[in-house]
């Protein structure tokens, strides 16, 4: 603000506080500051044009009520003749400042840079747009949308020459400079490759499931439960391994239970879950558990519960398996107990015990060879097509690895939990 003295008179006149404001209309950051110093010179202008809320010391003989000269005010307000011209051009000032500020704010508009965009509320977000037949993208900078920015013509273009971006569906995929980088990397990059080195090999894995179980119908008796295989048939437990998936370290494992509790009651299960190859860790859930009485379906009851096991590369089997199920539509519904083996009077109706599964006896592998003297080849605990070396007794027990040597010297048999025993587990071909 600046005052100016002419002929004994005062006048007062607005000016920007800026020399290069509205010089540019389309540089929005440049509007944007001098928007804020027209904001500033309007709030100067009602501070020096407000009534004061004390009168002067000698109101009506140099002053008015709004402390300026008293000359001045009646000339802004048309009264006094002789000082009506300098009051008509403090008007054209302030009439000037404002059509700029509008011009201004009208540029703004018309720099949107295709018919139907509208303006942007957030700082660089992209939109797709073409010029021509290129695609490529706009920037929201300070509420506005930028120029098209189109991909080069000479990496994939579709053809069609450059020009003022329209929006528009994008017809191909932009190549801009950043996609092409390869300094970008993620986490994943570093993780191992899939299991495909056949230690844990996909497939069907055949074997035993035993225990026992305590139903609302066994009025305290605890019943043996098993699987059933019957001749001719797939094994009554079984689970079929996938492979790993790329970028992946566990394979998943479904599979189902077919038995009969105290060798009459029948009831099936079904099983979901993975194997960690490398730690070589499996665990699953059971689910969709039912028994029967006498019939399958007659007074169906149902359970559900979990299973853990450990995987032997060496035998490609599963061993140590452990399971418990408890009853969910009972009356008096069970729970899992906090430690096994279970307490029926503390965790109620259910059951658990022991499992194991194998992969099938390759018959091609060289390295699969006939059972020594006093044995016999062929299918035991671990489903039909595990074929293991039996004597008269059964598949040898054990207790370590060093009670298998004594029964097939340096061989190497292993022994395995793989049952309500550990056996020795020799494969071979009949």
Request: glycine content about 12%; aromatic content about 8%; charged content about 20%.
């Amino acid at each position: 603000m600046a005052r100016a003295s002419d002929q004994g008179h005062s006048t007062v006149a607005l000016l920007p506080r800026h020399s290069e404001s509205f010089a540019h209309p389309t540089a929005f950051p440049k509007q944007n500051a001098d928007a804020a110093a027209f904001s500033t010179m309007n709030a100067d202008a009602r501070r020096v044009l407000a009534p004061r809320a004390k009168a002067p010391a000698h109101p009506g003989r140099d002053e008015d009520m709004t402390g300026l000269p008293a000359r001045i005010t009646r000339s802004a307000r048309g009264e006094g003749p002789p000082h009506g011209k300098r009051a008509r051009l403090v008007v054209r000032i302030l009439s000037s400042l404002g059509a700029a500020a509008l011009a201004a704010c009208s540029a703004a508009d018309d720099t949107v840079p295709s018919e139907g965009a509208p303006g942007c509320g957030l700082d660089n977000a992209t939109m797709s747009c073409v010029c021509g037949a290129r695609p490529g993208r706009q920037i929201c900078l300070a509420g506005v949308w930028s120029a098209c920015d189109c991909e080069d013509p000479g990496i994939s273009s579709p053809g069609g020459s450059g020009g003022t971006g329209s929006v528009g569906p994008m017809t191909s995929a932009p190549s801009f400079e950043g996609n092409l980088r390869t300094d970008i990397t993620f986490d994943w990059a570093g993780l191992d490759s899939p299991v495909d080195n056949g230690e844990c090999p996909p497939g069907r894995y055949e074997g035993n499931f035993q225990g026992i179980y305590n139903s609302i119908y066994s009025a305290g008796v605890i019943w043996p439960v098993a699987n059933l295989d019957l001749p001719g048939l797939p094994s009554g437990f079984y689970y079929d391994l996938s492979p790993a998936a790329g970028g992946e370290l566990t394979q998943k494992l479904t599979g189902q239970v077919d038995g009969l509790a105290d060798l009459v009651f029948p009831f099936t299960l079904l099983i979901d879950g993975e194997l960690n190859c490398r730690t070589g860790k499996a665990k699953a859930r059971l689910y969709d558990g039912t028994y029967s009485i006498l019939v399958d379906g007659v007074v169906p009851q149902f359970f559900e519960g979990e299973a853990t096991a450990d995987y032997d590369k060496r035998t490609k089997t599963f061993v140590r398996g452990v399971w418990e199920v408890w009853e969910t539509s009972s009356l008096t519904q069970g729970k899992k107990a906090p430690s096994l083996p279970r307490d029926f009077l503390r965790d109620g109706f259910g059951g658990y015990g022991r499992f194991s599964a194998a992969f099938p006896t390759d018959l091609k592998d060289p390295k699969v060879k006939p059972c020594p003297p006093n044995y016999g080849c062929g299918p035991a605990a671990l489903g039909p097509n595990k074929l293991i070396c039996n004597s008269l007794l059964g598949t040898p027990a054990c207790l370590a690895d060093s009670d298998c040597d004594a029964q097939f010297p340096g061989e190497g048999v292993a022994c395995l939990n793989a049952s309500l025993f550990s056996l020795c587990v020799r494969e071979c071909r009949p």
